[in-house]
């Protein structure tokens, strides 16, 4: 079946512009994830859905950064005013449920900020 | 300090070498520890995972987990060029989030 896919695959783009990425979870996965990975690093945590739960925003590193999932399938990360440190590789990953230890990850979106 | 602490690595072997990748975490309501394999711009796929404590193999790989000791490994036999990745431990409770080490970058010389 369909894994979870990412758009972009690349973004371009100025310093202080606003730009949403978009993940489409595996379909049925109520658990939707969000990471971002700089250059050669580990995986930083951002953002956890669970269902209709209230999201875990633990992770979010400004208020510049925010996202949404829309009727627990699709959600789009928002960065406001983007700066030249948000540059990273954005990763999306789902996983069945709460109590589930496999996430599924998609292909990533490769952010440049000039 | 961090809840999960990885050998950072890169390790670089010759093909055929045996190859031991290492954690250690400090919180233990983990009960879930995954191992993920990550290619060069790909997203981390999932390897192996193991429940509690004990050792588990699945073809030349060994998942071994040691909750007294609060340290987790992963074993490569017979490494190939194909092992070529950066591998990543991971640990959950029975439910929320799972935390992620930095990773270790292997590399597997022909």
């Known amino acids: 079946g369909a894994g979870v896919s990412q758009s972009p695959s690349n973004k371009v783009t100025e310093k202080g512009k606003d730009v949403e990425l978009r993940c489409d979870p595996i379909?049925?996965?109520?658990?939707l994830y969000w990471y971002r990975q700089s250059l050669g690093q580990g995986l930083e945590f951002l953002i956890y859905?669970?269902?209709?739960?209230?999201?875990?925003k633990s992770g979010l590193p400004s208020d510049r950064f925010s996202a949404e999932r829309t009727g627990g399938s699709v959600s789009t990360l928002t960065i406001q005013r983007t700066q030249q440190e948000d540059s990273a590789v954005y990763l999306c990953?789902?996983?069945?449920?709460?109590?589930?230890?496999?996430?599924?990850f998609g292909p990533g979106t490769r952010l440049t900020v000039t | 300090q961090k809840e999960v602490e990885q050998d950072p690595g890169p390790l670089s072997v010759p093909e055929g070498a045996i190859v031991s990748l290492n954690c250690t975490y400090s919180?233990?309501?983990?009960?879930?520890f995954m191992w993920y394999r990550q290619y060069s711009r790909k997203g981390p796929e999932l390897l192996m995972y193991?429940?509690?404590?004990g050792n588990k193999e699945d073809g030349r790989f060994t998942a071994q987990v040691d909750k007294s000791s609060k340290y987790i490994s992963l074993f490569i036999r017979d490494s190939q060029p194909s092992d070529s990745a950066t591998y990543l431990c991971?640990?959950?409770?029975?439910?929320?989030?799972?935390?992620f080490g930095d990773g270790t970058t292997l590399t597997v010389k022909p």
């Open positions: 990953a789902s996983s069945p449920g709460d109590r589930s230890y496999e996430q599924y």
């Open positions: 379909s049925g996965h109520t658990a």
């Open positions: 859905f669970q269902g209709n739960s209230a999201p875990d």
């Open positions: 919180n233990s309501a983990f009960q879930y």
């Open positions: 193991t429940y509690s404590s």
């Open positions: 991971a640990m959950k409770g029975h439910a929320g989030k799972s935390t």
